[in-house]
Structure formats: structure tokens, C-alpha cells
């Protein structure tokens, strides 16, 4: 695989400067969500039929650089390299309109929720204004697998920072808005399933878009590794070569089932600076905060679109 800039915190320099951060699976405690509530959301007039339409297949060619063939191998055993791949139904790329619409910015991953409308990636992944999901990612093709979908609503721990204990919080979640035949993302894409982290040694699949900046395949990456923890921190790492800017939010994915392609979500790329160290070591170690209760504070803020308020 081909990486030719070693990445800040997993997106561009540019974009970490310009963004805005953005402000179990327990089902008996879902609500429905009210009528204009939620986290830092927009008004009706951002669809998913207009996301469609906007980032277009010519935009989408356009905003990224000439694409490689790469790996076509798809089956990855622990070998301490990613490799490209197809991608998976659950697992896309965020987009949103920024200065120069570029490329996509952050990874990000559907999860089971009551409505079935709910994304999630890294706290510092900002959205932005008009942001999009696109799952199964193909760089240049006319019509996206899984489709186009506006991201609605977003929603971050308050208390989330890129250091110290405030890293530890490094997640988000995002609602999207139905198609254009009304249907919820989970119908056509399927969820993974948010588990708590069962400890700091896992074995892990690690599924991430890098930006084309960073790797001109751009192509989706996956990578089975074992975590270990990160000292001084509630969070895990993993030593695997190729994740690059773009990855932010990369779902860290135990259990995973070839055949249904899901798995149980322990974990998403982030954390400390980002989701890992500077340097030379930048694209070859990651991080990951623990699914604890604070997550799942914040997942059932989401599913009743409820702004996130701490203490």
C-alpha cells in the first residue's frame, strides 16, 4: 500500500485547524426523538437525496487523486500490515463541504440503535455543515453501493479534549436522515453491535478509509491485530502499518463474522493527539478509548436526541 504523508491525529493539518469539533445497545432506555432536538443539528433543508446529489460520482472522482489497484486479497490474518480490500456494508467515509471540498475526512460506522439511524466515529472528527456518509466507499464509481446518506445530528462528550484524561472520551455519534424511499440506513446497510470493551487484550479487525492525500489508492483498509494498553490512559493500541490521515473513527471490531461481515464494536480510532503518537511511528501504532459507561451515556443521548450535558 502506498502512504506518502504521515498524518496529524489521522486527518489533514488543514482540516484539523478549520473543523468545528462538534459539541447498550440499551433499548429500554430508548425514546423516540423528538421534533427538532438532538446535538448540533441542522434544519430540513439538508436531505439525503440532496446528499446524493451533491457528491455526485463526477464531485467524488474529482475530490480524490487517480486511484491504484492495490491488494485485491481481502482475507487477513494478524500480520501487522493493512491491506486494501472491498470494504464493508457497515463502514464508510465522512464528507462535508468545506472550503476547498476536497476529500473525505474521517471513517465511520453504523451501529445498532433503536431507529436504526446511527453512525459513529471519533469525538475529533469534526462533521461539519452539510456532511455526509457514504458506507461501502468505491472511489470514482457512478452510483455508491450502499448509497448517500446526510448526516442530521451530531454528538460528542462535552468534556472531550486531545490530551489527557479528556482523550479518553474521544467518540461521537451522528444520526442520518432517511433515503429518498424512506427507509433508515440499518435496512440496507446492516449494524455492528456496541459492546462494552471486555479488557485492554483483544483481538481486533480494524476497518478504515485513508484520504487520498495520504494513500492514492483510496481504497478501504483492514487489518487484524492484538491490542495491548496504552500507558497512562483508559485506552488500547495496536501496532499495524497503513493507517494513515482519513482513519479517525475506524471501528475496532471484535468477534468479527466473515459471512455477515459485522462484528462487536469494543472500540473506534482515537484518543490521545488523535489516536495516536507523532513521528515515524504515526501510521504504524493507533489508539482507542475503552467502551465504558461514559459511551454509553452518550449513545443513549443520541438514540433520544438528547444534548450531551456533563457535570
Not at 89 to 117: I, Q, W
Request: charged share 25%; hydrophobic share 35%; proline share 5%.
Amino acid at each position: 500500500m502506498v502512504g506518502v504523508l504521515v498524518r496529524f491525529s489521522r486527518w489533514s493539518r488543514a482540516r484539523w485547524v478549520r473543523a468545528l469539533f462538534a459539541g447498550l445497545y440499551v433499548v429500554a432506555l430508548a425514546a423516540a426523538v423528538p421534533e427538532g432536538a438532538g446535538g448540533h443539528g441542522r434544519d430540513d433543508g439538508w436531505s439525503s437525496e440532496e446528499a446524493r446529489r451533491f457528491w455526485g460520482p463526477a464531485r467524488m472522482s474529482a475530490a480524490t487523486k487517480a486511484a491504484t489497484d492495490g491488494d485485491k486479497d481481502g482475507a487477513q490474518p494478524i500480520t501487522g500490515s493493512a491491506r486494501h480490500f472491498d470494504g464493508v456494508p457497515t463502514v464508510g467515509v465522512l464528507f462535508y463541504v468545506g472550503e476547498d471540498m476536497r476529500d473525505h475526512h474521517c471513517t465511520a460506522s453504523v451501529v445498532h440503535s433503536p431507529k436504526g439511524n446511527l453512525i459513529i466515529s471519533a469525538g475529533h472528527c469534526g462533521f461539519g455543515d452539510d456532511a455526509a456518509f457514504v458506507p461501502g466507499y468505491r472511489q470514482g464509481e457512478s452510483k455508491q453501493p450502499y448509497g448517500v446518506w446526510a448526516v442530521d445530528r451530531s454528538f460528542v462528550d462535552p468534556r472531550r479534549e486531545d490530551t489527557g484524561d479528556g482523550s479518553d472520551l474521544d467518540f461521537a455519534f451522528a444520526t442520518v436522515k432517511a433515503d429518498g424511499r424512506g427507509r433508515q440506513l440499518e435496512r440496507v446497510t446492516g449494524a455492528n453491535r456496541l459492546v462494552r470493551t471486555p479488557g485492554y487484550v483483544n483481538r481486533v479487525t480494524v476497518i478504515g478509509y485513508p484520504s487520498s492525500e495520504s494513500d492514492p489508492a483510496d481504497r478501504a483498509i483492514r487489518c487484524t491485530a492484538m491490542t495491548s494498553r496504552l500507558p497512562g490512559h483508559r485506552q488500547m493500541t495496536m501496532r499495524c502499518d497503513g493507517f494513515y490521515s482519513g482513519t479517525s473513527g475506524s471501528p475496532w471490531l471484535a468477534d468479527f463474522d466473515e459471512k455477515t461481515r459485522t462484528g462487536d464494536l469494543i472500540g473506534v480510532l482515537g484518543g490521545l493527539n488523535g489516536g495516536g503518537p507523532d513521528g515515524e511511528e504515526s501510521d504504524k501504532v493507533s489508539y482507542s478509548p475503552m467502551n465504558d459507561d461514559e459511551i454509553f451515556k452518550l449513545y443513549v443521548d443520541a438514540i433520544n436526541g438528547r444534548e450531551p450535558r456533563r457535570d
